[in-house]
């Protein structure tokens, strides 16, 4: 009797291992098909395989790729639990401190990315990859990149850098970025190095990080952006005019041309910007502005009507079309487009004197009283020495 009790609690415990053995394999084949579905961004699929394979065997790698999932899905915050799982199965598993560590540096919590990182920087002998970091290749032009935190050494500096930077502490955060830079030195540390420089008024060190940013990577728009914005006479070289990639780096510089009166370089930057990109109602605008600088009204009414196209609440198009025909002495339809816009905004003391202006030349001298008289209210100091000379 004693016999057959011992052989059919042999077998028992030889079923639950088997079935025991089965769900692993079967949990393990879910978190599989799970990794493929999320490296080819099948994203709602890839969730619900990691699901079916936490229900059966919760591991820190399944946990891991939830989280992943989530933050490609947009669902940052959800992703942050699943890190803490990963966490709670594997205290060690350094790739989920790293994930959670960038989810906290975005959303405003830059003390808990510092302790994060921290963490992992002072950690050594990091030399496997558990997890499942993967690089992405925005354009979808190459193959994506697995990486471990052991190769990402040089970053985990530099977002601690960051993380530092914005709560205040511009000096540990320029410690972390020169220790970025002495593992990797990189365009993208040094426009970071080269904006802390600019904050501590070290214009001289932020000068020198941007120019060597872009010795480095020649075609690097962010590096360009800032120089021109700290160095008033930059000007790009002809063969980065065609960038796309390059309309707000043109913009500005195109802005900075045009305040400084010098038409025909303006020009050529805003004729680039707007030639390689998607250009907005302002440089369609800006342009329109230049060429009526440059008595090329007909050119400039096509930007300022493309303008409109555009943004069609942008109201102050109607009064630079009437300028534009005032230049050339069509005052009649200039004082159409002025009243088009005063009907819209009757604060502007400038346009009331131009629509004056405008009914002088008509011999109107009836409105053209009445335009400057509101004007004169408005504040226009000339209106109210042409009301003395026409309007007495």
Not at 339 to 345: E, P, S
Request: with cysteine; glycine share 4%; hydrophobic share 40%.
């Amino acid at each position: 009797m004693m016999r057959n009790y011992i052989v059919w609690l042999g077998l028992f415990w030889m079923v639950l291992s088997v079935e025991a053995q089965s769900k692993y394999q079967r949990a393990e084949e879910l978190y599989e098909k799970a990794q493929q579905e999320y490296r080819t961004r099948n994203y709602h699929e890839a969730l619900d395989l990691v699901n079916q394979s936490m229900q059966l065997a919760p591991t820190a790698d399944a946990a891991y790729l939830s989280g992943l999932v989530h933050e490609a899905m947009g669902r940052d915050l959800r992703a942050v639990s699943s890190y803490e799982a990963t966490l709670k199965l594997d205290p060690r598993y350094d790739e989920a401190i790293f994930q959670k560590a960038i989810i906290y540096l975005n959303y405003g919590d830059p003390a808990q990315a510092h302790a994060d990182l921290s963490v992992l920087i002072n950690t050594e002998g990091i030399t496997q990859t558990r997890g499942v970091y993967f690089q992405l290749d925005p354009s979808g032009q190459e193959q994506n990149q697995i990486l471990s935190v052991n190769n990402l050494r040089s970053k985990l500096f530099h977002y601690r850098g960051q993380a530092s930077e914005k709560m205040g502490e511009y000096d540990e955060a320029l410690a972390d970025y020169n220790e970025a830079l002495m593992v990797d030195t990189l365009a993208t540390y040094l426009i970071s190095r080269a904006l802390l420089h600019e904050k501590m008024d070290n214009q001289a060190g932020a000068l020198a990080d941007l120019k060597l940013a872009i010795t480095l990577d020649r075609g690097n728009q962010l590096a360009w952006y800032n120089l021109a914005l700290l160095d008033p006479s930059v000007v790009l070289p002809d063969d980065l005019l065609e960038d796309e990639s390059f309309g707000p780096t043109l913009s500005l510089l195109a802005s900075r041309a045009m305040s400084e009166g010098n038409y025909i370089l303006a020009k050529k930057y805003f004729d680039k910007s707007i030639q390689n990109d998607d250009a907005d109602a302002l440089s369609y605008i800006n342009r329109g502005r230049i060429l009526l600088k440059m008595n090329q009204f007909v050119l400039a009414r096509a930007d300022f009507n493309h303008a409109k196209a555009l943004e069609p609440e942008r109201i102050e198009i109607y009064y630079l079309i009437g300028n534009s025909f005032f230049y050339e002495k069509q005052f009649e339809r200039a004082a159409a487009y002025y009243n088009q816009y005063l009907t819209a905004d009757p604060t502007n003391g400038m346009v009331w004197y131009n629509g004056a202006m405008s009914y002088l030349e008509l011999d109107n001298k009836e409105e053209a009283c009445h335009y400057l008289q509101r004007a004169n209210t408005l504040g226009m100091l000339q209106a109210e020495k042409v009301l003395k000379k026409y309007c007495r």
